[in-house]
């Protein structure tokens, strides 16, 4: 096409100027040409096969894939305490822990967020610290907000003050909790003061449950104490309907009639706020 | 410390020997979502949990577990 063009315009003055400007010309709409081309290519099969890809990759590297996405913000959160409840140590990396200090800012964040009106205390765990587990319980009780607990799984030991500082609190039926006496792990030492030192603690844990459930306290010491239950050890291991009939949890159920009742307790409590401005 | 858990002491410390190193895991905020995340390589990351509340942030495709993030 140049060629064509400096045949018909000899003269080379005019040749340069009007070959730069066509080149100009060219290349751009060159450029706009290769944009349309881009635009128009379809790149969807390309799109599907990283996404398939990368869910490839998920799947086979954890085992997880992911679910639809929601639009808009929850206003019922929900805590999950899974494995062991981490506290002033931190557990070597083999154990599945909670850890006390991811908790207890978010614990703070939905109390202060006016727009998180519930929670949803879900729990699948073997034990932990009792401080830390004591502290997250104390957390839960004083929220201010509705808060409602599962036991999935297991809700043991430290779990089992956890499970009841809700407002109201369910098990599934299958779901256990192993009611034991605590004891030290580590080093011993072997005096009064040290046994002295785990009644207070036990003391503890006994009082936050029996205050903040149905259960006596004798009925729970009965429980903790009892021996034949446990292979190794004294205790008792409630199963579902056992945990809802010595008053330690409210009732049976699972994630829906957990939702209901939050949602309930959620209204009930809006209902009380416009009592009181009015 | 005392712990009052369901799981004997060897299980939860594990003899010396059987100890792994650190595994690199430490937690970030990533696009808003508090996660845990494991360090693949020097600039790469990969999520292990998501620590938030807030349900929607489970359903949120780009933190899932399993993402790799990369620094780069």
Same mark, same amino acid.
Not at chain 1, 115 to 132: H, Q, S
Not at chain 1, 256 to 277: F, R, S, T, Y
């Given at each position: ?12 003055? *005019? ?9 100009? &010309? ?5 450029? /706009? ?51 062991? *409840? ?8 083999? %154990? ?27 729990? =699948? ?103 034949? %239950?446990?292979?190794?050890? &004294? ?14 949890? =409210? ?14 307790? *959620?209204?009930?409590? /809006?209902?009380? =706020? ?5 | !410390? ?23 895991? !430490?937690? !970030?905020? @990533? ?13 790469? @990351? ?27």
């Amino acid at each position: 096409m140049l060629r064509q063009i400096s045949h018909i315009y000899p003269e080379s003055r *005019i040749k340069k100027s009007v070959l730069t400007i066509l080149m100009g &010309i060219m290349s751009v709409g060159g450029k /706009k040409r290769m944009m349309e081309m881009n635009e128009n290519t379809p790149e969807k099969p390309e799109g599907q096969k990283e996404e398939k890809s990368s869910l490839m990759e998920k799947i086979q590297q954890l085992g997880q894939t992911n679910v639809p996405q929601l639009s808009q913000d929850s206003k019922i959160h929900c805590l999950t305490i899974v494995g062991q *409840i981490e506290g002033h140590v931190q557990l070597p990396p083999h %154990n599945k822990t909670t850890k006390y200090e991811h908790l207890i800012p978010q614990l703070v964040a939905i109390e202060q967020n006016p727009k998180i009106e519930g929670l949803m205390v879900i729990l =699948n765990t073997v034990g932990g610290d009792v401080e830390a587990g004591l502290a997250i319980s104390e957390m839960i009780s004083s929220l201010s907000k509705p808060t409602v607990s599962i036991v999935l799984g297991g809700g043991h030991s430290i779990g089992v003050p956890i499970a009841v500082s809700c407002d109201y609190s369910f098990i599934a039926e299958s779901a256990t909790m192993t009611i034991h006496p605590i004891r030290l792990t580590g080093l011993v030492i072997g005096v009064p003061q040290t046994f002295e030192y785990l009644d207070k603690m036990q003391e503890r844990v006994i009082n936050f449950v029996t205050t903040h459930s149905n259960i006596k306290e004798d009925v729970f010491k009965e429980l903790m104490f009892a021996k034949g %239950n446990l292979t190794r050890d &004294i205790g008792t291991n409630v199963v579902g309907v056992d945990a809802v009939e010595s008053g330690l949890i =409210n009732e049976v159920g699972g994630l829906g009639v957990a939702m209901k009742k939050l949602n309930e307790l *959620i209204d009930l409590k /809006k209902e009380q =706020n416009e009592g009181i401005i009015q | !410390m005392i712990l009052y858990t369901m799981m004997p002491q060897d299980l939860v410390f594990p003899p010396e020997e059987e100890r792994q190193q650190s595994t690199g895991q !430490m937690m !970030m905020n @990533y696009k808003g979502v508090p996660v845990l995340a494991e360090q693949v390589d020097a600039m790469n @990351y990969q999520i292990i949990r998501v620590m938030s509340t807030d349900p929607s942030h489970y359903l949120n495709t780009d933190c899932a577990p399993g993402t790799k993030i990369s620094f780069s």
